[in-house]
């Protein structure tokens, strides 16, 4: 199987890589494309299945892996260009990224309530976030006592990918009370961030 690893490669990029790869597959050589962003794997799965390709793709901690066998010619002429949609529409769903477990600037009461009514309405939205983030004192929103994690663990179920400051967690020795979510890095955190087509800091 061959591999092409397109891991933070900006649109057009990991179509140009499939692309390359097709045309230099034998016929019925498997491939594998490890993307980590869903606006990426929604173009490279489009480009192939429009071009007589059959593809599977399944997802593991926060990466993409999407196989096809090369089975079909790619036409002359294509331009796999044309397939890259950066998923900077309206539509796109957002990244969150909690910086504090309270909203706004004021009354520490006042702004805990406020951030626990946030996180417990976000499962009744309709474009649900892609990615919730929590840095800092943000973390205590996830941890085993918090009043949201009722909400967080039916996002994550919805499939809310939800990552976790690991520095953050030592800092406050609380790494045994993660209650929802897996914990990250900040080079993850900030190939999210800069991936994202939208970043709301509530």
Known sequence: MKTIDARGQICPKPLIMTKKALKN???NESLQIILDNETAVQNVTRFLQDNGQEVSVHKKDHLHYIAVNAKEE???GIEAEAYCDTGTTKNES???????NKMGHGPEALGTILMTAFINTLPEITLKPQKLIFVNSGIFLTLTDSDTLEALKTLEKSGTDILVCGTCLDFF???????V??????HDILEYLTLAAKVIYP
Do not use: E, H, I, T
């Not at 020795?173 to 209650?179: P, R």
């Not at 979510?181 to 900040?186: A, E």
């Open 25 to 27: 597959a034998r016929q």
């Open 74 to 76: 790619l036409p002359d």
């Open 94 to 100: 957002p990244v969150m990224l909690f910086k504090q």
């Open 173 to 179: 020795n609380k790494k045994n009370q993660l209650a």
């Open 181 to 186: 979510g897996k914990v990250s890095n900040m």
